[in-house]
């Protein structure tokens, strides 16, 4: 598990099952800012239907193989911010994020909701800055 220290004081709003933490301050590593992942598979196809907590996972296994090939791993995201495209889906994206991310070390999170995405089809992107500590972190390929 990463070391960093986590700023939930009184008087913040709580978190209540949400996989985040109000302030993380960054471990020692190498920083690593991923552009935005989204439900696509390696030839472009849509995963995961008008399912957004589909979705969500699919943008989730990218950012985890992503963060493997470099050393690291999910319990490294420092700040995860999700765009979405319909308030109805908060739930389900939310699901999968707590399945991915555990609540007690995650990241700073944010939530914004769009009026779109790069494609029509798409409903949910996750971008992700991370820490992988120098034991670990390799330089990609």
């Known amino acids: 598990m990463t070391v960093r220290l986590l700023a939930n ?18 471990p020692e590593g190498q ?6 992942q989204v439900a696509w598979d390696a030839k472009g196809a849509l995963i995961g239907g ?18 493997a090939a ?13 765009y979405f495209t319909r ?5 389900g994206i939310t699901r999968a994020r707590a399945a991915r991310l555990h609540q007690e070390f995650g ?7 769009v009026a779109g995405l790069w494609a029509p089809e798409l409903l949910v992107e996750l971008t992700v800055i991370a820490v992988i500590p120098s034991d670990r ?4 390929e």
Do not use: C, Y
């Open 137 to 140: 972190f390799k330089r990609p």
């Open 31 to 36: 920083r690593v800012h991923l552009t935005g």
């Open 50 to 67: 008008d399912d957004a907590e589909a979705q969500t996972h699919a943008a989730l296994d990218h950012i985890e193989n992503i963060l």
């Open 87 to 91: 308030e109805e889906d908060k739930d």
């Open 70 to 82: 470099m050393g690291g791993g999910m319990q490294d995201i420092v700040s995860l911010t999700t």
């Open 107 to 113: 990241p700073v999170a944010t939530g914004i909701q």
């Open 9 to 26: 004081p009184p008087g913040t709003w709580p978190r209540d099952g949400f996989p985040m933490n109000h302030a993380v301050v960054e």
